[in-house]
């Protein structure tokens, strides 16, 4: 990965030039756990407030079972929560980011020290009514081969809601990850919003897919 600035947030860009390793990650978050938000803040990050709305155009059970995974802090379940959703576990890599999503109180169960490509362990009767992975699927995070496993957390007819970055769709094989995964009939697009409201930074993609009965 190139060593040029992404972002002008010193710690977002320097979360943007991790190696991907869940033990740097969780060092990496440990810290920025305490001015998160306030970073967030910083960028004007729309990124959960537009995913919970994608979400409500293609979900109208309120009641409906969500996974937050990689919940960060819980700015996604506190939107969630805001548009009438009741019923939202989430789990991240870092316990002290999960500890925080706890304490907004939107979400009914948080768990930490979960490795998004090993979470099948973590949840082995998961099936959920939907997944949503906002600022996961980011530079210096997840391989995009953390989207299969993210599909095995869903039931069928269950819908998969994430966002990208376009950095992060431009330089690495998410794309043919997707392909290969619609071509065996593992999952079906619904809707792609292409360079959408993410923050000051830069725009994301924000996909919707449902998982075939």
């Given at each position: 990965?190139?060593?040029?600035?992404?972002?002008?947030?010193?710690?977002?860009?320097?979360?943007?030039?991790?190696d991907?390793?869940?033990?740097?990650?969780?060092?990496?978050?440990?810290?920025w756990?305490?001015t998160?938000?306030?970073?967030?803040?910083?960028?004007?990050?729309?990124g959960?407030?537009?995913a919970?709305t994608?979400?409500?155009r293609?979900?109208?059970?309120?009641?409906?079972?969500?996974?937050?995974?990689?919940c960060?802090?819980?700015?996604?379940?506190v939107?969630?929560q805001?548009?009438?959703?009741?019923?939202?576990d989430g789990?991240?890599?870092s316990?002290?980011?999960?500890?925080?999503?706890?304490?907004?109180?939107a979400?009914?169960?948080v768990?930490?020290?979960?490795?998004?490509?090993?979470?099948?362990?973590?949840y082995?009767h998961?099936?959920?009514?939907?997944?949503l992975?906002?600022?996961?699927f980011?530079?210096?995070?997840v391989?995009?081969?953390?989207?299969?496993?993210?599909?095995?957390?869903?039931?069928?007819?269950?819908?998969?809601?994430?966002?990208?970055r376009?950095?992060?769709?431009?330089?690495t094989?998410?794309?043919?990850?997707v392909?290969?995964?619609?071509?065996?009939?593992?999952?079906?697009?619904?809707?792609?919003v292409?360079?959408?409201p993410?923050?000051?930074?830069?725009?994301?993609?924000?996909?919707?897919?449902?998982?075939?009965?």
């Amino acid at each position: 990965m190139s060593d040029d600035r992404i972002s002008n947030n010193q710690a977002i860009d320097a979360a943007l030039h991790l190696d991907g390793d869940p033990h740097n990650l969780k060092r990496y978050y440990a810290d920025w756990s305490r001015t998160y938000d306030r970073d967030m803040d910083a960028v004007q990050y729309s990124g959960p407030e537009f995913a919970a709305t994608l979400m409500s155009r293609h979900m109208d059970d309120k009641s409906a079972r969500i996974l937050d995974a990689g919940c960060g802090t819980g700015l996604v379940g506190v939107a969630l929560q805001a548009l009438g959703y009741r019923v939202v576990d989430g789990f991240d890599l870092s316990a002290e980011m999960a500890q925080l999503s706890t304490a907004t109180g939107a979400y009914r169960e948080v768990v930490g020290n979960v490795d998004m490509m090993r979470a099948r362990q973590d949840y082995p009767h998961a099936d959920y009514d939907a997944v949503l992975s906002i600022g996961v699927f980011t530079l210096g995070h997840v391989p995009p081969q953390a989207l299969e496993v993210l599909v095995q957390l869903l039931r069928d007819g269950g819908l998969l809601l994430l966002s990208t970055r376009s950095h992060y769709f431009e330089q690495t094989d998410f794309q043919q990850c997707v392909d290969a995964l619609l071509a065996a009939g593992k999952l079906r697009q619904l809707e792609v919003v292409w360079d959408a409201p993410y923050n000051h930074d830069g725009d994301a993609h924000y996909w919707v897919f449902l998982k075939p009965a």
